[in-house]
């Protein structure tokens, strides 16, 4: 039976001094840290865990989705490293205090954030769906799954 | 590499790229004796099976190119595409940093069969490795 | 070599079960599958006015595409779709995945 975390939503100007918090409660390791998009807002999130018990604290910050940064926490949490890495590269999140680059998946210069909800998925707007036929031959008029409004208004 | 159980006589040698999911059934392959792995370098007069087994990224492409290339300089090289990933990108078609499908990695080259499955079972590699190098290297 | 538990290695179709209300088509994560049809009307004897229905005029699964989860199996209404054992079907070209109605109804009987 797994014990659900509660997740502590915390201000990106008290990110720092929230993860050393935790830390000095004796949650000093990363398990990983990411970011979620849910189209209205992006946040990043933390899961810190004590190693020595089954003790750990699951932080959250709500970011810009327009200019979205934090600090990063390497300094304090080398562990984060690769985590910070990985969340910049899919989301295009500036961790701030450390070197941006160093892609990990995809190769520099395709100028793609893909796990943003906002990045688009051009081969969905390009093929034609399926769903659009009918027996009656009346098109249905609601965009296809998983493509968003503003990606068709350049056709 | 591998070679097929049921052809010893030929040195066919199915080299598989390993990209993702895909990859694990034609290990089963092995796991089940249908396929026997070879530690051997093959010889000149050698078909190899390039089994393109799993998701390419874009990332991925050059080397899967340079694989084949390598491959081609041996011999022959029959392509099998296993899976909806190498058949079409599978379920990421619509990703932007994945190949959706291998067909215009090999200029020139035919891809000899295409394997449906997300995955296909082992089964269904061996059987149709088996009718490939049956009908083009007879016995 | 086969397991003695049904397998989900093809999907088979029952075109007579089909009425092209296109659940299946629309709720494919992969859009690997595509319907067309047609309306027709069907006068009956005695009914006030006649029937609008639909008819079947294509089937087609990409099994290129197709990434077997069976949301088209457990979304039909009509029971029209099914899993089957069968799993040997490649072929030498692209477009030998795409199983039309024929092919798809074949495996409704034969494909064990």
Redesign the interface.
Known sequence: MTQTTAIIDIAADEWVAACTASAARGCDVVDWLTAVDTAESLFVLVHLVDPGSSRSEMLRCELNSERPEIASITSWFPGADWHERETHEMFGIDFLGRSQTNAL???AG?G?S?LRKT?P????VR?P???Q?????RRRQKL???VRAEWTRDE | MWRLASRPDVAVDVASPRPACCALEVEAAGQRGLLVASETVPHAATVTVLVVAGTV???LEPALVRLFDEHAQRGPVIIVSFGACATSGGPY?????VR?GIEVLFPGQEIASYVPGCPPRPEALVVELERLVDSRIPA | MSDSTPQRNVIALLPEACT?C?VC??E??S?C???????EEVSEEGARRPRTV??LDEFTIDYGLCMYCGICIETCPFDALAWRDSFDYPSGDRQGLRQDAVDLSRWWTTGS
């Open positions: 998946l995809i190769r395709d793609l893909p990045a998925l051009d081969a969905r093929t769906w399926p769903g036929e009918s027996a009656t031959g296809p799954p998983g | 990224t874009t990332a078609w619509d990703a932007p940093t959706p | 092209s296109m088509v629309r494919c994560p859009w599958i595509s319907v067309e049809s047609h309306v639909n008819v």
